[in-house]
């Protein structure tokens, strides 16, 4: 079985190819901005390079967050696009997820956020952003993301072994709204000639 996975919510670019859950293909690039431009190159090269097409991919995992607003919008986007038009299963894997994978011993997920904040999902919580402080007081050693191949690794893997039964549509994980909001004023009234 080939799964594609991808990863663009923080910092970076990331993707891998599983034949079997071997990786065959993989690349990782920092970068604070431009995922929307490098991300289907990119892909395209790990496809190459393992020597398989689209058509050849039985399953995609992409990360979606939290993280980076835009960043997860255009992974998400890909994954969508691609599942529909190639008629293959996506797999939306959380970047929490991805931090727990393979790992037994007890601690507390956190990922990256705005201005020294931490966003985290404690058992049983809904995902939160918080301070340093707060996700501390949980009492859990704090495991933070792997670098970017391994966590798009660990997105390819549990997409990989996912139950995709009924399995809804990849959608992002966002814990705070964006940033950039539409403008309150009402829109200008446009005039039209009759004449």
């Known amino acids: 079985m080939l799964t594609l996975g991808f990863d663009t919510s923080g910092p970076h670019c990331a993707a891998v190819?599983?034949?079997d859950g071997?990786?065959?293909?993989?690349a990782a690039d920092d970068m604070g901005h431009g995922q929307a431009?490098?991300?289907?190159?990119m892909l395209e090269r790990i496809l190459a390079e393992a020597n398989v097409g689209w058509a050849d991919l039985d399953r995609i995992g992409v990360g979606i967050g939290p993280g980076n607003f835009t960043g997860i919008r255009i992974a998400v986007a890909?994954?969508?696009?691609l599942?529909?038009?190639l008629e293959r299963p996506a797999v939306g894997v959380s970047s929490f997820r991805a931090i727990e994978h393979g790992r037994a011993e007890p601690h507390l997920a956190v990922v990256p956020g705005p201005r020294d904040q931490r966003y985290i999902a404690p058992p049983g919580e809904p995902p939160s952003l918080v301070t340093l402080a707060e996700a501390q007081a949980h009492g859990l050693p704090l495991r933070e993301p792997p670098p970017p191949a391994q966590l798009v690794e660990a997105i390819a893997r549990i997409a990989a072994a996912a139950d995709v039964t009924d399995?809804?549509?990849?959608a992002p994980l966002y814990v705070k709204p964006a940033d950039?909001?539409?403008?309150?004023?009402?829109?200008?009234?446009?005039?039209?000639?009759?004449a």
């Open 37 to 41: 431009e490098h991300l289907v190159p």
């Open 180 to 194: 950039a909001a539409p403008p309150r004023d009402p829109a200008p009234r446009i005039l039209q000639d009759d």
């Open 78 to 81: 890909t994954a969508r696009g």
């Open 167 to 170: 399995l809804p549509p990849p």
């Open 83 to 85: 599942a529909l038009a």
């Open 17 to 19: 190819l599983l034949r």
């Open 22 to 26: 071997a990786v065959v293909a993989s």
